[in-house]
T-cell receptor, first 116, second 110 residues
Framework: GAVVSQHPSRVICKSGTSVKIECRSL??????MFWYRQFPKKSLMLMAT?????????EQGVEKDKFLINHASLTLSTLTVTSAHPEDSSFYIC????????????FGPGTRLTVT | GQNIDQPTEMTATEGAIVQINCTYQ??????LFWYQQHAGEAPTFLSY????GLEEKGRFSSFLSRSKGYSYLLLKELQMKDSASYLC???????????FGAGTTVTVRA
């Protein structure tokens, strides 16, 4: 089956620093990747849609300068949380859509970010 | 988003059946997904419904009624490993974005 990896799985950083999270599709090409945020016992909230070779589309209320997204290739998208603050602490999950399979999205294992 | 409602928690006994309901706004509906998520892990795909009716996949089945804005996920012959959160997600556009419900935590007891 299709596999999506995320790195790192856990990261702790200090306030004011930036953190980069990678999302990779390991055995398929993903023209579109999605970035979600999940708070404890809450649902996934879509942050942005990442399209290979073009600018990301952000959902309402998500600061694009705060959450930088780059989709440099068909298998890699990165999310950089810039100048992180404690309220950015969350579980960040990416998903990737297989260009050859119309509707399924495959989710990465998630990244637990803690900002101290 | 999009008022996707599902119960918060359900408890059932090993070997039993549990039905998780999901209601959503019908305007602009494009398809409905069910995902399973264990604590601290990524959601895994269970089913996709776009037409009315029942889709069966082993112990799991999913039903959709487009006119009623209603779906359910049926889990049969429950096993302890089925204890997880079950997420109902709806696609409202052709760009594959998903709106998720808050999830239903299912606890299976021996």
């Amino acid at each position: 089956g299709a596999v999506v990896s995320q790195h790192p799985s856990r990261v702790i950083c200090k306030s004011g620093t930036s953190v980069k999270i990678e999302c990779r599709s390991l055995d398929f090409q993903a023209t579109t990747m999605f970035w979600y945020r999940q708070f404890p016992k809450k649902s996934l909230m879509l942050m942005a849609t990442s399209n290979e070779g073009s600018k990301a589309t952000y959902e309402q209320g998500v600061e694009k300068d705060k959450f930088l997204i780059n989709h440099a290739s068909l298998t890699l998208s990165t999310l950089t949380v810039t100048s992180a603050h404690p309220e950015d602490s969350s579980f960040y999950i990416c998903s990737a859509r297989d260009r050859n399979r119309n509707y399924e999205q495959y989710f990465g294992p998630g990244t637990r970010l803690t900002v101290t | 988003g999009q008022n996707i409602d599902q119960p918060t928690e359900m408890t059932a006994t090993e070997g039993a059946i549990v039905q998780i309901n999901c209601t959503y706004q019908t305007s602009g509906f494009n398809g409905l997904f069910w995902y399973q998520q264990h604590a601290g892990e990524a959601p895994t795909f269970l089913s996709y419904n776009v037409l009315d009716g029942l889709e069966e996949k082993g112990r799991f089945s999913s039903f959709l009624s487009r006119s009623k804005g209603y779906s359910y996920l049926l889990l049969k012959e429950l096993q302890m490993k089925d204890s997880a959160s079950y997420l109902c997600a709806v696609s409202y556009t052709n760009d594959y974005k998903l709106s998720f419900g808050a999830g239903t935590t299912v606890t299976v007891r021996a």
